[in-house]
């Protein structure tokens, strides 16, 4: 695996770690500033180096990037906004209608979640409802974003075969489970959450219904540049909850 870095005053150790994993080559090197680049350097001398992250992802043919830079910087929302970014385009290419025109459901508030709602929000989605148990949670996102919210089973859950893209940023069981009852024939179930166990799905319907069903896991180096820059613009809105 190609790997590139971004921040080498808290990410020295990350890079180190990484660098002695079996099968992981560290191909590129960013840091804003000389002496930390010079640092990653001694711990890859072979790789590439640069002082623009984007510059680096244009230039170096990556399979995986690391970031650790400060808060200011946004890098505790980078990577859920990248992850989201890839999983709802994803979506968008397997639902053949506009997405503007789409009923979307997020299975889980959670920082993925409702980062996948917010990518979208920004795609253009025509109507978008995020499924969360934890009521505090709930109303946060009510207040913060002005998603509609549902709770499992409460009377504004999706009726049966309703929707045309669910994604669930959960992964358990009784989310597969919400999933497969809630999507439309011919719909779209990105599955986002990584928790274990195959239980929930109904082979049958997603079979005789022709619904698809794909897995999304981590991003692109392009979703990640897409994402951090949408972030960078303020194009994603203010984010007060995090």
């Known amino acids: 695996m190609a790997l590139g870095a971004v921040g080498f005053n808290m990410g020295l150790t990350n890079l180190r770690n990484l660098a002695g994993v079996r099968g992981v080559e ?20 072979s790789a590439r180096t640069f002082r623009d992250w984007r510059e680096m992802i244009g230039s170096a043919k990556l399979d995986a990037v ?31 209608l506009p997405l503007a025109a789409a009923r979307v459901v997020i299975l889980g508030g959670g920082a993925i979640g409702l980062a996948a709602a917010i990518v979208a929000r920004l795609f253009g989605a025509g109507e978008i409802l995020i499924c969360e148990a934890n009521p505090l949670r709930k109303a946060a996102i009510t207040r913060t ?24 940023a959960v992964g358990a069981g ?26 929930g799905l109904d082979i049958r319907k997603i ?23 949408a972030l960078a613009a303020g194009r994603l809105g203010e984010l007060g909850w995090a």
């Open 174 to 199: 009784a989310t597969r489970a919400a999933a497969c009852a809630m999507v439309r024939p011919g719909g779209v179930i990105v599955h986002l959450g990584l928790l274990p166990g195959h239980e």
């Open 26 to 45: 560290v191909v590129a090197l960013c840091d804003v500033d000389a002496a930390n680049l010079a640092k990653g350097r001694a711990e890859a001398p």
């Open 207 to 229: 079979t005789l219904q022709e619904i698809t069903l794909t897995g999304s896991y981590c991003y692109t180096p392009q979703d990640f540049i897409h994402g951090v820059d």
């Open 145 to 168: 974003e002005g998603f509609a919210t549902h709770a499992p089973g409460d009377v504004f859950s999706p009726a049966a075969n309703s929707i045309d893209l669910v994604i669930d």
């Open 66 to 96: 690391t970031a650790a830079v400060p808060d200011h910087a946004h890098a505790a929302l980078a990577e859920p906004f990248a992850v989201s970014w890839q999983a709802v385009r994803l979506g968008m290419q397997k639902l053949h």
